[in-house]
């Protein structure tokens, strides 16, 4: 955990370079840990990594890494976490950055689909 927060905190503090190589040596960890990938194993270091990854401007790589983020969340049914929804927001304002519209719409309406309540709420995820 120490790699994630350590790579984290860089993120925060502006320094997104330094911080994708601590976040990709925990990301291995982790992987190691859990080949499962559940929630506590890889979701969150690769949604991190992502994060990372869009701040440095590498664009391509950091739209992988937050689908992945969201599959591993996924099999670990963890879709109605905070960090889910903002894992899938980071990626429709990724793609919408980069003029992707319709891929946009496309990962709001899957997620819609796969997390429709059975209740009539609101979903909860919004294009920010």
């Avoid at 049914?77 to 903002?86: G, I, L, S």
């Avoid at 950055?97 to 009539?120: H, R, T």
């Amino acid at each position: 955990m120490t790699l994630l927060y350590l790579g984290s905190t860089l993120i925060d503090c502006g320094k997104p370079a330094e911080a994708e190589h601590y976040l990709r040596e925990a990301l291995a960890l982790y992987r190691t840990l859990y080949p499962g990938e559940e929630l506590g194993g890889t979701a969150r270091p690769t949604k991190r990594l992502a994060d990372a990854l869009a701040k440095q401007g590498k664009v391509a790589e950091a739209e992988q890494a937050y689908r992945e983020a969201i599959v591993s969340y996924r099999k670990c049914n963890a879709t109605d976490t905070p960090d889910f929804r903002e894992t899938v927001n980071s990626l429709v304002s990724l793609l919408k950055s980069e003029g992707k519209l319709s891929e946009a719409q496309a990962v709001l309406d899957d997620v819609k689909a796969q997390s429709a309540p059975n209740d009539g709420e609101k979903n909860p995820i919004a294009a920010p």
